[in-house]
């Protein structure tokens, strides 16, 4: 079974390095973008299974790359979990209205998250 594709869109050096090295670690294939353009570049090419998309990010916001992604037909398939230290019920409400899947707020327990990325996944079509 070829790993599912991933893709941490995070622009925090640290993060992306730890979330990488996790995802990996749990047998994933994992892409890098290190803003929002670089992103929904990476998103429409790559089309990943998963999204781990940060909500602050030069370029373009989490929730902008949100909106697009599922504003394009041709990404229906892809999932996105939020992530952010952004954990105001606003935030919250506008990623899941934006047509997140899922939405984790930073500091996130690395053990919760591998588990909503496996759950994510297996509700994937």
């Known amino acids: 079974m070829t790993p599912k594709k991933l893709l941490v869109a995070d622009d925090e050096p640290n993060i992306v390095i730890s979330l990488e090295y996790l995802m ?3 047998g ?3 892409l890098v973008a290190t803003d929002g353009n670089q992103a929904l570049e990476a998103i429409q090419r790559e089309q990943p299974a998963l999204v781990l ?3 602050m990010m030069p370029g373009k916001t989490g929730f902008e790359v949100c909106q ?5 037909p041709a990404l229906d398939g892809v999932r996105i979990l939020m992530l952010t230290a952004k954990g105001r019920e606003t935030d919250v409400s ?7 899947n899922a939405y984790m ?3 996130f327990s690395t053990r919760e998250l591998v588990q909503k990325v496996a759950e994510l996944l297996e509700a994937a079509p």
């Open 94 to 100: 506008k990623g899941l209205a934006l047509g997140a």
């Open 68 to 72: 697009a992604v599922r504003a394009d």
């Open 24 to 26: 990996k670690r749990e």
């Open 53 to 55: 998309l940060d909500v």
């Open 105 to 107: 707020t930073k500091p």
């Open 28 to 30: 994933y294939d994992v």
